[in-house]
């Protein structure tokens, strides 16, 4: 058989005779690009992920308990002491490298272009969302007298725009050679019959694979190789959209090595009981994080002795790994989530039809599952207003109004 009519057996063999047409409609360098994006996905796995679409939830007996936490506000000064010298020791020898999760479509705040290009309008002038992130490195740079590598995690769709930002603003300063773009992967987007989406480059459609793709393509793409190399051990991984995010914490990382587990990650205690974010928790023995809309209700009200949230330390994106911990998560994947969109695409007819309903199924991984992996995890809880800061909707909760005035606030406090 050769090869042109393996692919066409793989494709009927996954029900995909649309891609099988559209292919022999194709000629020369168009039909190579097909052909090899079609050998590189996993079909199988597709298919999968798409017969799971189809089941029910499965509602298992899980077990669900508080998790362990340390609150930052209440050590006491030996702790902080000891916790500080440990994490310093780490980032002056040049141990520690940070990520930027910047692969985002950042499709609620609506502004065109990756999310790091989005100016927060904060005295006056202004500030983009890279330039912060870039202003706490270089701070940090100043202080341990290093230069920390920065990692910056973009996707297919926004690298290039990335890219261009970041060349034309000089990397806000930044020494170019610690910055590094990677691109997150991607996955084909499936409608409801199982039949992977048409785009207008008369490829099949794909979209990002969500933050917790971070982990593959860091080594796939040669990152962690790099970061081995470097000498790398800890590896803070943070969000693009969080405007006072301390993505070079020493009493987080000091905290960490002091409890020796391989991954520790800051909190912020829920707002209300009913806040929409994620908190953390013990399911079946293993640190998680609980989406708000799993957490049964009695559970989200429960308070312990001191009348606090039982379940109420919320998960904002600011993790740190062991180089080792992130190697292994890299080898054992992680379930993919499904989202139903509107996706638009090419029909039949090469016509390009934008759907007013969601057709399609989107498929992510999240950061935070990858934590049950694991025995435990060391979590700090921090002050939101010291430490969560998201710009998230255009408008009202998480915007850049609500983000502007805590970031002005905390450098404010900080005078
Ligand atoms: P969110 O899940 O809040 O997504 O990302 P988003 O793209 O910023 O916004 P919406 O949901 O489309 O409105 C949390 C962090 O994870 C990154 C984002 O860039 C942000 O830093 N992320 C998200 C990725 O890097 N890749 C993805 O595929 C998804």
Redesign the pocket.
Known sequence: MDKNEEVIQLLKTYEQEHIVQLLEKLEGEKKEKLVDQINKIDFHQMMELYENTKKEIEIKENKIEAIKYLDKEKLTKNEKEKFEELGQKIIVSNQYAVV??????????GHTGP?GTFKLDVYGKGKYLFEILAENLKEANKKYDTTIPWYI?T?KENNDETQEFLEKHNYFGYDKNNVMLFK?GELPLIDTEGKMLIGKDLKIKEA????G??FLSLRKTGMLADMKEKGIKWIFI????NAILKMVDTTLLGMAIEKNVQIASKSVLKANAHERVGVFCKMNGHPKVIEYTELPEQMAEEVDNNGELKYGESHI?CNLFTIDAIEKISKEPLIYHSAFKKNSYIDENGKEIIPEEPNSYKF?AF?FDSFEIFDDIAILRGKREDDFAPV?NKEGVDSPKTAKELYEKYWERQK
């Open positions: 930027t999760m910047a692969g985002g479509q950042g499709t609620r705040l999310k995690m996707s997150q990002s694979d969500g933050n793709g971070l943070g969000s693009v959209d994106m992510e950061i998230k």
